[in-house]
């Protein structure tokens, strides 16, 4: 006996070949733009914080300087998140920077944090 498959869009009964996942074509482009739509609001939300997180160390570093100290309370209070990064290295002294696009970050001490412009 033959298994009844169902469309992944609207569920309903597929006919015809057994490898077939959607009813329609009309369903297989809804099916697939809503996932495209899930993938993008994940991705949104990430580079937002990510955008976020650059503005803040570029504002605290302002134009002339490259490396810089700042309390860690400053970043906590302007809003920055120490969990998203897009890059991570450990120079030769074993330091750990955290890459924010071309800004690093590094934990100084627990107070501080060591900022530096790429
Ligand atoms: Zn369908």
Known sequence: MATVKNCLHCEKPIHGRSDKRFCSPGCKNAWNAARRRATRSVTEQVDGILHRNREILAMLM?????????????????????????????????????????????EFSKQVVMIVRK
């Open 62 to 106: 302002g134009e002339k300087t490259t490396k810089m100290e700042v309390d860690r309370l400053v970043l906590d209070r302007a809003g920055f998140n120490f969990k998203y990064i897009t890059g991570i290295y450990t120079n030769s002294q074993g330091k750990l920077y955290h890459y924010v696009y071309d800004f690093a970050w590094m």
